[in-house]
């Protein structure tokens, strides 16, 4: 199975600021790479899909970069509904998430 | 708008099976395969299967390969995941997720909502 990590695990941040969260593969993914926004008690949202497209819907502050084994998702300019948790998943093969990154507020 | 609505969850006991549904709306849904993925309490996403758009081809994580059976009624818009020999570490909020082929990558979208199952005795 292709191993995702994701880093940080955890981070604080205020309304306004920058956040990057990395996702790495184990092996290349190309660009079967996408992210999810997770809510308490909710199930998991489509963000981004194929590494950097945005899914309708979703705000322009969300961006994400990358392809073969590395990848990156930003929002540019966090806002109080942006605090959950994010994950990545390959479907380069069977599918696989990362562990996840939960955004606080600081 | 497109919709998926799991049902099914409940306590088990240990040994047991159990049955989950997705029922899915708004879309074609003959047309597209399904996932089932699983988050056991306070953790993260684990996939466990997906069946292809007209049920023929199925792929499942090696964790349920072979206790679980992912299936799908075309005619009814239901996908099911038949969960057996259920383990207290199977406890878990189900999901079901529709399989979105893009030709250059695939994702899941959308989600349901989700239906907890609970192997205790």
């Known amino acids: 199975d292709i191993q995702m990590t994701q880093s940080p695990s955890s981070l604080s941040a205020s309304v306004g600021d920058r956040v990057t969260i990395t996702c790495r593969a184990s092996?290349?993914?190309?660009?079967?790479l996408n992210w999810y926004q997770q809510k308490p008690g909710k199930a998991p949202q489509l963000l981004i899909y194929?590494?950097?497209t945005l899914q309708t819907g979703v705000p322009s502050r969300f961006s994400g970069s990358g392809s073969g084994t590395d990848f990156t998702l930003t929002i540019s300019s966090l806002q109080p509904e942006d605090f959950a948790t994010y994950y990545c998943?390959?479907?380069?093969?069977?599918?696989?998430f990362g562990p996840g990154t939960k955004v606080d507020i600081k | 708008q497109v919709q998926l609505v799991e049902s099914g969850g409940g306590v088990v006991q240990p040994g047991s099976s159990l049955r989950l549904s997705c029922t899915g709306s708004?879309?074609?849904?003959?047309?597209?395969?399904m996932n089932w993925v699983r988050q056991a309490p306070g953790k993260g996403l684990e996939w466990l299967a997906v069946?292809?758009?007209?049920?023929?081809?199925?792929y499942y994580a090696d964790s349920v390969k072979g206790r679980f059976t992912i299936s799908k009624d075309n005619s009814k818009n239901i996908v099911y995941l038949q969960l057996s020999s259920l383990r207290a570490e199977d406890t878990a909020v189900y999901y079901c997720?529709?399989?979105?082929?893009?030709?250059?990558?695939?994702?899941?979208?959308?989600w349901g909502q989700g239906t907890l199952v609970t192997v205790s005795s």
């Open positions: 997720a529709r399989h979105v082929d893009g030709g250059a990558s695939t994702w899941f979208d959308p």
């Open positions: 708004g879309y074609g849904f003959s047309q597209y395969g």
């Open positions: 069946i292809w758009y007209d049920g023929n081809n199925k």
């Open positions: 092996q290349n993914v190309n660009y079967y």
């Open positions: 194929a590494a950097s």
């Open positions: 998943q390959q479907n380069h093969a069977n599918p696989t």
